[in-house]
């Protein structure tokens, strides 16, 4: 819109030269298009996300968007917006769009950026602001204030507390080599930067125990699952959301290993991002609240 309105305001400028110079009187009728535009208008551009190519091109800055109104519709009976639909397991899948991986262009690491960045430049960088975010009690810092030292963690994958952080990995729920053959090899390098370092999203970035997390590798839940089964249905929600955030494809055999671990749901996942925010935004949670599983309440009081 503002494309436009740059274009028009340019037009008239033209318009006006060329009729001074050759001593023409502007009519009002001439004027009238452009003064009637009120200046709010002017003012005030609204924009449409084509979430289709947030991905793919330099025009948005994924990172910055405001997920605010991404209420989760699917959880909710379509006639009923109090009751919890029977079916959002098959509302969930239907987010996922179904394609065959992309291996024409080779996976390089070195293509996602540097690494762990320190965005807000209060040197602590990705990496240890989850695992001062993710810490059950108050992290312990260096003497600079930058690096975390010790804490208490709960590891998902193993079902286990960890306190030394240097047996943890901060894990990409969906690996960099995944996202880069389900849509994300085109991506410009800002937008590769910002999914390395996501922290807008407590899904996308979780401390787990090292050794767990090497061996996923950059394995799809057709290929490997957290040993803890019982994180199984918490596992498969996170990666549907992840991959329908960030307009990224599965394959069949990825997106029927999702659905089989799903059923394991004996009710929502402890934490949705998009379902923790909508009740959040209706007062129903505290960020407290929002920021504890059950597994985790159970650490605090012990």
């Given at each position: 819109m503002m494309r436009h309105i740059t274009s028009s305001v340019t037009s008239i400028l033209i318009i006006l030269f060329l009729q001074a110079c050759s001593s023409e009187s502007i009519t009002e009728q001439t004027l009238e298009p452009a003064a009637s535009i009120p200046v709010s208008e002017l003012s005030v551009t609204t924009t449409t996300i084509d979430r289709t190519k947030v991905a793919t091109t330099t025009q948005f800055d994924y990172s910055k968007i405001d997920y605010s109104n991404d209420e989760p519709e699917f959880l909710y009976d379509s006639e009923d917006s109090s009751q919890l639909s029977s079916n959002w397991r098959t509302d969930l899948l239907a987010e996922l769009r179904i394609t065959p991986p992309n291996f024409d262009i080779p996976y390089v690491r070195e293509e996602w950026g540097p690494g762990w960045i320190d965005e807000d430049r209060n040197c602590i960088n990705t990496r240890h602001e989850v695992l001062h975010y993710e810490s059950l009690e108050d992290a312990i810092f260096d003497a600079e204030g930058c690096k975390v030292l010790f804490g208490k963690w709960y590891d998902y994958y193993s079902d286990t507390f960890i306190i030394d952080p240097s047996g943890l990995?901060?894990?990409?729920?969906?690996?960099?080599?995944?996202a880069h053959i389900s849509g994300a090899a085109n991506w410009p390098l800002e937008t590769k930067i910002?999914?390395?370092?996501?922290?807008?999203?407590?899904?996308?970035?979780?401390?787990?125990?090292?050794?767990?997390?090497?061996?996923k590798g950059a394995k799809g839940p057709e290929a490997w699952r957290p040993p803890n089964e019982d994180h199984w249905c918490q596992y498969a929600y996170s990666w549907i959301e992840i991959k329908a955030r960030w307009n990224l494809s599965v394959s069949e055999i990825e997106f029927y290993s999702l659905e089989e671990m799903l059923d394991s749901c004996e009710g929502l996942p402890e934490l949705t991002y998009w379902f923790s925010n909508w009740l959040l935004r209706k007062g129903a949670m505290s960020e407290q609240d929002m920021a504890i599983t059950e597994k985790e309440e159970e650490a605090e009081n012990n």
């Open positions: 990995d901060i894990d990409h729920m969906v690996p960099l080599a995944n910002s999914f390395y370092n996501d922290l807008n999203d407590p899904q996308h970035l979780i401390a787990v125990n090292s050794g767990d997390n090497r061996s």
